[in-house]
């Protein structure tokens, strides 16, 4: 069976430093990859989409990044983070295209 | 801009009764949908998935897609207390990066 990790679960950085958020896929190859984020009370913000190794597609402009430097792990980063960089931050998988999505445990990260 | 609107309620039931979600989505080209709960603080975990018109059950769920009328729903039976999240639909368009949510319908299942 396919499993899906996040790490770390919580994260307090204040504003203006670095992040890394990493993702690893266990139990399946050439997995879709994504990254969301989910604010306080919000839905969910595709920010990134990977259909392969080095292959990234961004949603939204901002101050994050994602890579994907092997088949089944995404990390997503930052230079500088912001106040309203702050959420929960959800690593998702799929199968192709156009099946079911799912999610790791997530991220849940403050910036101060 | 594709959108999926959902009411966000909260929707709150008797334990045992039935309880309706419904989703509306903006795109006539949409291919799969999908129903998604999310406890307070956790990820969204999916408990339902449609591709072509009808219904389709699976244990105490049913989805329910109408695409003449856009518009997708679940109904869970029995509804039990553990039922009480956050359920998020999800369309997807054409593809990965067309994969949208709705804001999600809080249901309150009273014992």
């Known amino acids: 069976s396919q499993t899906i990790h996040q790490w770390p679960a919580t994260l307090v950085q204040p504003v203006g430093s670095p992040l890394s958020l990493e993702c690893t896929v266990e139990g399946t190859s050439n997995p879709n990859l994504y990254w969301y984020r989910q604010a306080a009370g919000r839905g969910l913000q595709l920010l990134f989409y990977s259909v392969g190794i080095g292959q990234i597609s961004s949603e939204v402009p901002q101050n994050l990044s994602a890579s994907r430097p092997q088949d089944r792990q995404f990390i997503l980063s930052s230079k500088k983070l912001l106040l309203s960089d702050s959420g929960f931050y959800l690593c998702a998988w799929s199968r192709g295209t156009m099946g079911e999505q799912y999610f790791g445990p997530g991220t849940r990260l403050t910036v101060t | 801009q594709k959108e999926v609107e959902q009411n966000s309620g909260p929707l709150s039931v008797p334990e045992g009764a039935i309880a309706s979600l419904n989703c509306t989505y903006s795109d006539r080209v949409s291919q799969s949908f999908f129903w998604y709960r999310q406890y307070s603080g956790k990820s969204p975990e999916l408990i339902m998935s449609?591709?072509?018109?009808g219904d389709k059950e699976d244990g105490r769920f049913t989805a329910q897609l109408n695409k003449a009328s856009q518009y997708v729903s679940l109904l869970i039976r029995d509804s039990q207390p553990s039922d009480s999240a956050t359920y998020l639909c999800a369309v997807n368009y054409r593809g990965g990066q067309n994969f949208v949510f709705g804001p999600g319908t809080r249901l309150s299942v009273l014992p």
């Open positions: 449609i591709y072509s018109n």
